[in-house]
């Protein structure tokens, strides 16, 4: 029986950072001029940084190099020409000064089972699967919550939408460039889309810290 480790830094739910913080000696930062930030997940705040241990290995699902293809193929590094792509460094400062901001919000495009296992602190869990049913009702509630408006006349006005940097489970992952496509499909501001195609696998292999809901159990 193997229990799937509890990611870094969720051992512990940090409510404030210790004032002794101010001193502390980082070794692996995240930038030279980023040791670590804090965001909320579900309301907690969370610090978001690399371990520490210089000796550390990857020795999960993602340090696995090689799966099927198709459907696991490697993914060109941009979705749509329209759509930014971003790398770690960028996604970080994303949710910093955008997601922290309330600007912005950082979107895990997998299937609920695998956002719930394990996914980036502050992410919010909208599968990829939700648009592509085609249900106009659902795209609505979906995109009032990321600041569309609509108007007497029924049309959707997404000059207040937040921007959305959204993520799957890394450059062999299908699922966030169809959840990008589907976005686009109904007319959600290509400007305002950011594509993390690095995902869980690049976070992961970083040494960031990741936020667990439920432990799998194997048998």
């Known amino acids: 029986m193997k229990k799937v480790l509890l990611a870094w830094g969720i051992v512990v739910a940090l409510l404030a950072a210790p ?25 907690v705040p969370i610090k978001v940084m690399r371990i520490q241990d210089t000796e550390h290995l990857l020795l999960d699902d993602y340090s696995k190099t090689s799966r099927p293809c198709p459907p696991f193929c490697i993914h060109p590094i941009s979705v749509d020409e329209r759509v930014k792509t971003i790398a770690t460094v960028e996604m970080i400062k994303f949710m910093r000064d955008k997601l922290n901001t309330g600007k912005g919000f950082v979107i895990d495009a ?13 992410a919010i869990n909208v599968p990829f699967t939700l648009l592509e049913k085609g249900d106009k009702k659902v795209a609505e509630k979906i995109f009032k919550l990321f600041g569309m408006r ?9 000059s207040q939408a937040k921007e959305l940097a959204i993520f799957c489970n890394g450059v062999w992952c299908d699922q966030s460039p169809r959840l990008i496509r589907q976005l686009l ?35």
């Open 19 to 43: 004032k002794s913080e101010e001193k502390e000696i980082v070794l692996v930062k995240i930038t030279k001029d980023i040791p670590y930030i804090y965001v909320k997940h579900k309301g």
């Open 110 to 122: 997998r299937l609920p089972r695998w956002y719930e296992l394990e996914t980036i602190p502050s």
């Open 150 to 158: 609509v108007g007497k006349d029924g049309k959707w006005d997404f």
């Open 185 to 219: 499909k109904y007319g959600y501001p290509a400007d305002k889309i950011l594509y993390y195609r690095n995902g869980m696998q690049g976070w992961k292999l970083l040494g960031l810290t990741t936020v667990v809901e439920k432990e799998e159990i194997k048998k």
